[in-house]
């Protein structure tokens, strides 16, 4: 599976777990946009009215959450070869954003 198949598939759990009443009542206000650096490749979505939309194959410029890693590593947080707080405390993970949006984000991974 492509690394951009892996993420596709990341968003829709992502979207099969808002459809859970608890979990949309957390986030139905939250409008947030996240992208994904992997250097040459770069992923972009946003999350509004509880779903992740316009997921594509691009970055954007001034998102809300920068995930910056190389494709290796990202590879290995979707597999859940890398667990999140480590690859962030060990640099194999860069997150910018607001610390709010930062843990609101680690909810998903």
Known sequence: MTLEAQIQSFVDK??????????KSEVKDIKKSLCIDLGEEKYSMRLENAEVLDYKAEGIDGADITLIATPENMEKLLNGDLKPMRAYLTKKVVIKGKIDDLMFLKKFL
């Open 14 to 23: 992502i979207n099969n777990k808002l459809k859970d009443e608890t979990v």
